[in-house]
Protein backbone atom coordinates (compact mmCIF):
# COMPACT_ATOMS: atom_id res chain seq x y z
CA UNK A 1 0.00 0.00 0.00
CA UNK A 2 1.06 3.67 -1.03
CA UNK A 3 2.76 5.49 2.42
CA UNK A 4 1.26 8.52 1.88
CA UNK A 5 -2.36 6.52 1.43
CA UNK A 6 -1.51 4.42 4.42
CA UNK A 7 -1.24 7.85 6.65
CA UNK A 8 -3.87 8.91 5.31
CA UNK A 9 -6.08 6.14 6.38
CA UNK A 10 -4.87 6.15 9.81
CA UNK A 11 -5.59 9.17 10.64
CA UNK A 12 -9.21 9.09 9.19
CA UNK A 13 -9.29 6.00 11.11
CA UNK A 14 -8.12 7.63 14.72
CA UNK A 15 -10.69 10.79 14.08
CA UNK A 16 -13.57 8.63 13.28
CA UNK A 17 -13.26 6.60 16.31
CA UNK A 18 -12.57 9.50 18.77
CA UNK A 19 -15.61 11.25 17.42
CA UNK A 20 -17.31 7.64 17.87
CA UNK A 21 -16.01 7.64 21.52
CA UNK A 22 -16.40 10.62 22.44
CA UNK A 23 -19.18 12.64 20.86
CA UNK A 24 -21.41 9.47 19.97
CA UNK A 25 -20.84 7.00 22.96
CA UNK A 26 -24.45 5.75 23.26
CA UNK A 27 -25.50 5.84 19.34
CA UNK A 28 -26.07 2.48 18.61
CA UNK A 29 -24.48 1.64 14.53
CA UNK A 30 -26.24 -2.09 13.90
CA UNK A 31 -25.18 -3.94 17.02
CA UNK A 32 -22.42 -1.85 17.95
CA UNK A 33 -22.48 0.87 20.18
CA UNK A 34 -20.48 4.11 19.76
CA UNK A 35 -18.09 3.97 22.36
CA UNK A 36 -16.78 0.50 21.85
CA UNK A 37 -16.57 0.87 18.13
CA UNK A 38 -14.91 4.08 18.30
CA UNK A 39 -11.75 2.31 20.55
CA UNK A 40 -11.55 -0.27 18.22
CA UNK A 41 -11.34 1.99 14.49
CA UNK A 42 -9.00 4.11 16.90
CA UNK A 43 -6.55 0.86 17.39
CA UNK A 44 -6.40 0.21 14.36
CA UNK A 45 -6.12 3.33 13.26
CA UNK A 46 -3.04 3.83 15.87
CA UNK A 47 -1.63 0.27 14.28
CA UNK A 48 -1.97 1.01 10.92
CA UNK A 49 0.06 5.04 11.30
CA UNK A 50 2.82 2.85 12.79
CA UNK A 51 3.32 0.51 10.34
CA UNK A 52 3.07 3.35 7.83
CA UNK A 53 5.81 5.65 9.72
CA UNK A 54 8.10 2.13 10.39
CA UNK A 55 7.73 1.80 6.66
CA UNK A 56 8.37 5.25 6.05
CA UNK A 57 11.45 5.11 8.26
CA UNK A 58 13.49 1.62 6.61
CA UNK A 59 12.81 3.55 3.03
Do not use: K
Amino acid sequence: MNPTFQLALGVVLVVAGAVLALAFPDTELFWFEGRPFGVVLAIVGAIDLAEAFSRRRRT
